[in-house]
């Protein structure tokens, strides 16, 4: 028997919470800017990285998510219904990426930035031709995207079209400006794809259904661990000791690629979201997580300008001027150090405002609708 709120609930509260992770990410930047990367094993401390990786949850998850949404939005509207709604939303979701969250990165449009939405967007206006196929067929569609990726590493081309697909990178359009491809697609869809043929799992009986997300989590991690150890398959940047203890061997051996995600990454970041989605089911919900998850579109819409600009006022109050050039040659302010604990300051007083900011704008919206 079905336990519909509480599935619902569920992945709301996991939405919400990997949304905040993503805030956390986004505050890094703004507020956190740093001459190394945190990933960068010759120059990063264990906070920084740590704090970094975590982050790397997000995509992965929402992604995930996103496909198996659209599974149980089918069930109660239909397949012609769930077909439009995806091609509509997945067109909303690119004209944005392309507008708007590209200007927010930026305040202003040197060049246009396809990051998660581009992926989101693309995977939907996918998923809307995928969703007339059977579910087997739909799950075979996702595992041929994402099981081979990684034998693509080593191919190149000098194609528009193997960006967008499998390399990414920068597009040149007229002089400066041009497109910088951070998603290309072909993991990503085949992501929202596995989601998707992932649905039906919601309509089990609660216990089963959480001890199948525990077992799936400890699947993935124990084929990461396998694969990883001897660098088998599966990411192109091998693992190695470091020569300086062991977090330093540890970081190294999780430090998978991301840009696009290897097959490793999305082992290891699946292997973490599955079970959280089985300890959802098992808590009471924090308030303003499941606000979070119930409202994603909203907080992603306005989260990353509204940090840039409060980032931009610490800056100047703080150093007189703010760093310019990002994100290819950061400049940074005279005296200027970058700080990890602004960063988490930063990241929990940006959540309490957006939290502010998400009820009003619900509260408006709900009243409007009455």
Wanted: hydrophobic share 55%.
């Amino acid at each position: 028997m079905m336990d519909k709120p509480t599935r619902l609930v569920s992945i709301d509260l996991l939405r919400g919470f990997v949304i905040a992770l993503m805030a956390l990410e986004h505050t890094r930047v703004f507020f956190g800017p740093a001459s190394f990367r945190p990933e960068d094993l010759d120059a990063t401390t264990p906070a920084w990285f740590w704090t970094r990786w975590i982050t790397h949850l997000c995509a992965t998850t929402f992604v995930l998510l996103a496909g198996s949404s659209a599974f149980l939005r089918g069930e109660t509207c239909g397949t012609a219904a769930l077909s439009r709604y995806l091609a509509s939303r997945g067109a909303l979701l690119l004209v944005l990426e392309a507008s708007w969250i590209s200007f927010s990165w930026q305040f202003g449009f040197n060049f246009i930035i396809l990051q998660v939405l581009w992926a989101l967007g693309a995977g939907m206006l996918t998923l809307a031709l995928l969703v007339w196929l059977p579910r087997p067929a739909v799950a075979a569609i996702a595992a041929l995207l994402i099981l081979p990726h990684n034998l693509l590493d080593g191919v190149t081309l000098e194609s528009v079209l193997w960006q967008a697909w499998h390399k990414g990178g920068f597009v040149p359009l007229s002089g400066q400006f041009g497109i910088f491809i951070v998603y290309p697609l072909m993991p990503w869809l085949g992501l929202i794809a596995a989601g998707y043929a992932l649905g039906p799992i919601f309509h089990w009986e609660a216990a089963r259904r959480q001890r199948w997300l525990m077992v799936a989590g400890a699947v993935l991690l124990l084929a990461f661990i396998v694969l990883r150890a001897g660098n088998l398959y599966g990411d192109p940047d091998p693992w190695s000791p470091q020569g300086k203890g062991w977090m330093f061997d540890l970081m190294s051996f999780l430090r998978v690629h991301k840009y696009p995600p290897s097959l490793l990454y999305l082992c290891v970041t699946l292997g973490i979201a599955l079970p959280l989605l089985a300890w959802c089911e098992r808590v009471r919900p924090p308030r303003a997580l499941l606000l979070f998850g119930r409202t994603p579109l909203f907080f992603y819409v306005i989260h990353i300008a509204l940090i840039q600009f409060l980032a931009g006022l610490y800056m100047l109050a703080r150093y007189g001027s703010r760093p310019q050039g990002w994100p290819i040659v950061v400049q940074f302010p005279p005296g200027y150090q970058p700080s990890l604990p602004l960063v988490y300051a930063s990241w929990l007083g940006v959540l309490l405002l957006i939290y502010g900011l998400t009820l009003l704008w619900r509260r408006r919206r709900l009243a409007s609708q009455t």
